[in-house]
């Protein structure tokens, strides 16, 4: 895959590399070991995981309140 003159965000690529990662689980001839080497066994956490931890981040978001300064005391 040509990665230097891509024009995809990082993200982007992670999510068509997981989206060929599941493809080839799903094929007769995955070979879960060899995946397990290029990862160092560690869990592997797709795109689609941290999109949804972002989402679930953002719905618990509170902005920190305005502090409007002079209008608060009466000057313009």
Not at 39 to 50: F, H, K, L, N, V
């Amino acid at each position: 895959m040509e990665l230097e003159r891509s024009l995809l965000s990082d993200h982007e690529q992670r999510l068509l590399e997981d989206s060929e990662r599941m493809t080839r689980k799903q094929a007769d001839n995955y070979d879960s070991d060899e995946e397990e080497a290029d990862y160092g066994g560690q869990e592997t956490i797709t795109a689609q995981d941290q999109e949804d931890t972002w989402e679930q981040k953002l719905k618990h978001f509170q902005p920190a309140l305005r502090d409007r300064g002079r209008s608060q005391r009466g000057c313009p």
